[in-house]
């Protein structure tokens, strides 16, 4: 692989891994939705996506007439197609560093505080003043725990009260550090070295495979 396709395929997953690695040494829970944990997984593997079916199929005729804006309808186009996919997820939370057993108390009360007639079962949660159903899926390998939309009859202002007051109570709450962590810092910082040590090492081919890309 030529520099420019190893600093495309591997440029947006180091930055990723490496965000991702500073998340999990946190000893707070950080909270997210699973519609933003899927977008930036999205962009993680973008490059893979230009390097790969996008550079293997783009008709050769569209990029000598559009020349580089071929590549920007390109990307919009995945763009458009992950919102697409992202439209269609059901609502999800995704809090990283965390255990299920440190989760549970934090959620009890945050669900008692939002509505009286919520009930558990199991570990399976059915909000019905806010229209939310939900289960637990701890992971306890990457420690983090969701909290996973169960039917379609859901309602996103209720999932929005949700995720804001268990974000609210997760600030006081403090761990140990996620190990996992160490191993994805450790592979952002090669990506990002393998990238500088391409790049630095062949510019010329760097231009080459630009043009070729370009088909200048």
């Not at 991702?20 to 973008?46: E, Q």
């Not at 000598?64 to 990307?75: E, T």
């Not at 379609?152 to 403090?174: D, K, M, T, V, Y």
Request: glycine letters at 8%; charged letters at 15%.
């Amino acid at each position: 692989m030529d520099p420019l396709h190893t600093c495309i395929a591997l440029g947006p997953l180091a930055m990723y891994l490496l965000v991702l690695g500073a998340i999990n040494l946190s000893s707070r829970p950080f909270l997210t939705t699973g519609t933003r944990d899927a977008a930036a997984l999205s962009i993680a593997v973008a490059g893979f996506v230009v390097i790969g079916p996008m550079e293997l199929f783009v008709p050769v005729d569209v990029l000598a007439f559009w020349g580089g804006w071929a590549w920007g309808l390109l990307l919009a186009a995945y763009a458009m197609f992950v919102i697409l996919i992202l439209l269609m997820l059901r609502p999800q939370l995704v809090i990283y560093n965390v255990t299920l057993e440190q989760l549970r108390p934090v959620l009890d009360e945050v669900v008692a505080r939002l509505d009286s007639d919520a009930n558990w079962a199991g570990e399976s949660l059915t909000m019905p003043s806010l229209v939310v159903q939900l289960h637990l899926e701890p992971t306890a390998a990457l420690k983090n725990v969701q909290l996973v939309a169960i039917g379609p009859n859901q309602s996103f202002g209720g999932w929005r009260r949700l995720e804001i007051e268990l974000a609210a109570a997760l600030r006081s709450l403090r761990g140990t550090p996620n190990p996992w962590g160490t191993s994805q810092i450790i592979f952002g910082l090669t990506f990002a070295a393998l990238i500088t040590y391409r790049l630095a090492g062949d510019p010329g081919g760097v231009q080459q495979a630009l043009n070729e890309m370009l088909r200048r």
